[in-house]
């Protein structure tokens, strides 16, 4: 008897088929699917409850049905022309060319339709819907509705990778709410500790899931990007609070991805702008016979006949490349090279210099920078003294070049070809690597001594030495170490931040 009973539905005495701890007892899927969360109290570990935890696909399954009718419900209320106003405004471009990029926008879209724009009662449309009855809608799509509507943008941080599909967050412009539970697969997946999302977020009670679309924040442009969300222009002197900052993000969320990604080509034309990228090439007429250059060549430790090199189409016959290596006397370049990138074990390998290229009746010296240049030149004239002479030099800006070709992409053109004029040699990747490690090493060398808004400007370097200011300097590390390991992961970079947490003795980082 007590068995039987045990098998009916608490609800409606049909035959029931799953295990309802609210009931304790059974439920048919029909009452648990027209009761869950609302009639019913579900706890969250019960696997046939979507907002609960253990039902990541059933989510997915109501997420699936739900979007199509809250796209149409906004669409009906607000209007086409509107709608695609919405878009513009709060999707991941003010411009919105790709198709990724319009269907990102017609989330977010929903979502701003749903939790902000406002009716001619001042009510939501998801408040609308509500009043309505919410016509159309199931038990779990209207669920879904009530924790929908109160979708803000704002800004994650991930504190730890929990499951392919769980991960441990804080909320930037929250920090009092603490770590919580983020579901999405693609955040899961992609992050790395202290990875940042500027991005639409609906809490439900027992997890957040990330909602529409949004954008990372790499580390090395999130302080200059948060200060700009902080102080905008009609606000210099105070710092907005975080909730009107929320209320700017949902207003004017495409403009701060574009914000975004105008920091990033900024920070890239900075960066290149402050390397020595000049290609420069010095040409030389032999005064003496090809052989007196040549003993001369095979006679000094820094010269190295390149047979990887392919002559080109322009070079005269009989030429010859040779790498020009920081050996010998062309060592003495590295004085002036910061510690890091001077070789003083020859296992560490060997810096170049530039390349000379042989021929008959005279040589060509190539070099990636003025400043070797200048030194190379030099060399030449205490090597070679009356047996050469100068006939040419000329030199062109590789960043520019780069920063050229950033313009006319942005335009959607074919990339650019080289301006007319000779091929230039394709920059040496050993070269590429030892600028981006110069430019970032020099980058952390400066920042410790530079004042940091996070830590109250102070700089890193005060704060370590200040007991109360420690452990936001620990949490201003975390994320330079972040990005910095992230990057190299990326470039295959050798570089690290070890050095800069051992100057400034954050023991705890070690
Ligand atoms: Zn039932």
Not at 402 to 419: C, F, I, K, N
Not at 487 to 493: G, K, M, S, T, V
């Amino acid at each position: 008897m007590i068995m039987a009973k045990n098998n009916t539905c608490g609800i409606c005495n049909r035959k029931g088929k799953r295990a309802c701890p609210a009931l304790e007892g059974m439920i048919c899927p029909a009452c648990c699917g027209a009761s869950r969360g609302s009639k019913l109290e579900c706890p969250p570990e019960c696997e046939h409850f979507p907002f609960g935890t253990e039902a990541y696909d059933l989510w997915l399954r109501i997420d699936g049905t739900w979007f199509p009718k809250a796209v149409e419900y906004v669409v009906k209320h607000v209007g086409e022309p509107r709608f695609r106003e919405i878009i513009e405004k709060v999707g991941t471009s003010t411009r919105p060319k790709r198709d990724d990029e319009i269907e990102a926008g017609i989330l977010n879209a929903v979502h701003y339709g749903l939790s902000v724009e406002t009716d001619d009662e001042g009510r939501t449309l998801g408040e609308r819907w509500e009043a309505e009855g919410w016509t159309g809608l199931n038990n779990d799509e209207r669920l879904m509705t009530l924790h929908r509507r109160h979708t803000r943008p704002t800004i994650i941080e991930v504190q730890e990778i929990l499951s392919e599909r769980a991960s441990e967050c804080t909320d930037l412009l929250d920090p009092a709410r603490g770590k919580f539970l983020v579901f999405d697969r693609a955040t899961a997946q992609r992050s790395v500790r202290f990875s940042r999302y500027l991005l639409w977020l609906t809490d439900y009670p027992h997890f957040s899931r990330t909602a529409g679309s949004g954008m990372e924040i790499p580390s090395h442009l999130y302080e200059e990007y948060f200060e700009e969300l902080l102080f905008d222009d009609a606000n210099e002197d105070a710092p907005k609070a975080f909730q009107v900052v929320k209320r700017d993000l949902a207003e004017r969320f495409a403009e701060y991805c574009d914000l975004q990604v105008d920091f990033a080509h900024d920070y890239r034309e900075r960066a290149l702008r402050s390397m020595d990228l000049k290609s420069c090439r010095a040409s030389y007429e032999l005064l003496v016979p090809r052989a007196t250059i040549e003993a001369i060549i095979n006679n000094k430790p820094d010269f190295e006949v390149n047979e990887g090199r392919e002559l080109e189409p322009a070079d005269p016959p009989g030429s010859v490349y040779f790498e020009w290596l920081r050996r010998g006397e062309a060592k003495q370049f590295e004085d002036s090279m910061p510690a890091a990138f001077q070789h003083d074990n020859p296992q560490d390998g060997v810096g170049i210099l530039g390349a000379l290229r042989l021929h008959d009746d005279g040589f060509l010296v190539e070099t990636l920078g003025e400043k070797k240049f200048e030194f190379a030149k030099a060399l030449v004239t205490r090597y070679f003294g009356s047996h050469v002479k100068l006939t040419g030099e000329e030199s062109t800006d590789l960043a520019e070049q780069l920063l050229d070709r950033d313009g006319t992409e942005s335009e959607d053109a074919p990339s650019a070809s080289t301006p007319d004029g000779p091929p230039h040699p394709e920059l040496p990747h050993d070269d590429m690597q030892e600028l981006m490690k110069q430019v970032l090493r020099n980058h952390y060398q400066k920042f410790m001594d530079e004042p940091v808004p996070m830590i109250d400007n102070l700089t890193p370097r005060q704060a370590a030495a200040d007991p109360e200011m420690r452990p936001r300097l620990i949490e201003l590390m975390k994320l330079h170490i972040h990005g910095v390991e992230e990057r190299a992961r990326d470039e295959n970079l050798a570089f690290d931040l070890d050095w800069v947490v051992k100057e400034l003795g954050l023991t705890e980082l070690q």
